[in-house]
């Protein structure tokens, strides 16, 4: 019985110790402003047209892969853009869905896998057929905080090249935030 009674107080206190470390570390609201330029080159691509009311659409699905150069490391580095988009031929008005994934040169945490990255869900409108704004949401990793941030790129040819949380061309402010926790 006494061992029993012994167990289940050892098994308290190593509750609370567990309980008080995990508070411990709870993540405190952040937020920083950040911003990366990027181009990327078509690397494979498949399109299609379809005709509805009259009006023509091309639906490509692309891969883009290229560089990200920016302050904040998880946003800079090798990148790889994954597009679905749905352009009007007619009027050059359509969308863009994509994923955005880099991965950072240089490692922050060596040997624990801890080289910077990120990736976004991209949302977005084009016009004129080759203009794209939109937002993207996702996290950055190593060490982890959520991306929130608008986005504008421009695609000449087989080049996506743009930015996220950039001042152009309208200087707005916190175009693009890393941010972590609650209150």
Known sequence: MRRMKNAFWLGVIGLFVLVGTAAAVQPRPQTSDVSTAFSADQVRSHSRTCTSGGNTFRITNATWRGTATSSEVRLAGRVVIATHAVVNETTGDGWLTGTWRSNGTSSMNPG????????????????????????????????????????????????????????????????????????
Request: proline residues 6%; hydrophobic residues 40%; positive net charge.
């Open 112 to 183: 624990r896998r801890g080289r910077p990255r990120s990736h976004a869900t991209l949302r977005a409108v084009i016009d004129n057929g080759n203009h794209v704004d939109g937002l993207a949401t996702g996290e950055v990793r190593a060490p982890y905080s959520r991306l929130m941030g608008n986005w504008s790129a421009t695609i000449v040819g087989t080049t996506l090249a743009g930015e996220i949380g950039a001042d152009a061309p309208v200087a707005p402010d916190n175009a693009a935030l890393i941010y972590l926790g609650g209150c």
